[in-house]
């Protein structure tokens, strides 16, 4: 079953590149997108919320890379957890800005 269809949050990741992301969450009322980008000194975020009324275009942040930060994921294939552990950098990045 789909979690956004039980009221809880679907997670979907892709990485076609190890310093490349996209994020799609979705539940039954929301959904969001992200991308990542990551180069040796800069990170690219984008974002976009379809239901963000206050916020309705894109947002793209580049910045220099936060020390530490590392997007690779520690198993092979990604699992899971790797995708929740980059969705929440993602969330912790773009609500320092």
Same mark, same amino acid.
């Given at each position: 079953?789909?979690?956004?269809?039980?009221?809880?949050?679907?997670?979907?990741?892709?990485?076609?590149?190890?310093?490349?992301?996209?994020? #799609?969450?979705?539940?039954?009322?929301?959904? #969001?997108?992200?991308?990542?980008?990551?180069?040796?000194?800069?990170?690219?975020?984008?974002?976009?919320?379809?239901?963000?009324?206050?916020?309705?275009?894109?947002?793209?942040?580049?910045?220099?890379?936060?020390?530490?930060?590392?997007?690779?994921?520690?198993?092979?294939?990604?699992?899971?957890?790797?995708?929740?552990?980059?969705?929440?950098?993602?969330?912790?990045?773009?609500?320092?800005?």
């Amino acid at each position: 079953m789909d979690p956004a269809s039980a009221g809880g949050l679907a997670v979907k990741v892709s990485r076609p590149a190890p310093e490349v992301a996209f994020i #799609e969450t979705s539940s039954s009322m929301h959904w #969001e997108c992200f991308w990542i980008a990551e180069g040796q000194h800069t990170l690219i975020v984008g974002a976009f919320d379809r239901g963000d009324k206050s916020s309705p275009e894109p947002r793209v942040h580049v910045m220099n890379k936060p020390y530490g930060w590392d997007m690779r994921p520690t198993s092979d294939p990604p699992s899971a957890g790797d995708d929740q552990d980059l969705l929440v950098k993602v969330w912790q990045l773009l609500g320092s800005y």
